[in-house]
């Protein structure tokens, strides 16, 4: 059975760093693209930034330059390094997967994690 898992969130002061893994099995190997979404209180959810099985990345315009995807195909984990935290990234971050490279379009991923809280308070 599929399962995919979030951790590292957490809270954290504005300015600080984070990094968020996410595990991936169950059928999930090094073949199938990663990405990582957020969604704040009231707000929809949002791509972050995704990688595929060749390593390609893609992520969102507003999202580039804090956020680092990688993953560690051993693992079967995708990894979030995000760094100078502000409070506007307050919000649920969600790890999901898909068996083909999307673009950062919710509905296009096929497997989703429950997520990890990451809260920065100002």
């Known amino acids: 059975q599929v399962h995919v898992a979030e951790t590292g969130g957490g809270l954290v002061q504005t300015g600080g760093s984070l990094r968020l893994s996410c595990a991936a099995s169950g059928g999930i190997d090094s073949t199938y693209s990663l990405a990582w979404f957020r969604q704040a209180p009231g707000k929809q959810r949002e791509g972050v930034a995704g990688l595929d099985s060749d390593g390609s990345t893609r992520s969102s315009i507003s999202m580039k330059g804090r956020f680092t995807i990688s993953r560690d195909n051993a693992k079967n984990t995708v990894y979030l390094q995000i760094h100078t935290l502000e409070p506007e990234d307050t919000a649920m971050y969600f790890c999901?997967?898909?068996?083909?490279?999307?673009?950062?379009?919710?509905?296009?991923?096929?497997?989703w994690g429950q997520g990890t809280q990451v809260t920065v308070s100002s």
């Open positions: 999901a997967a898909a068996r083909t490279p999307q673009p950062l379009i919710s509905p296009l991923w096929d497997y």
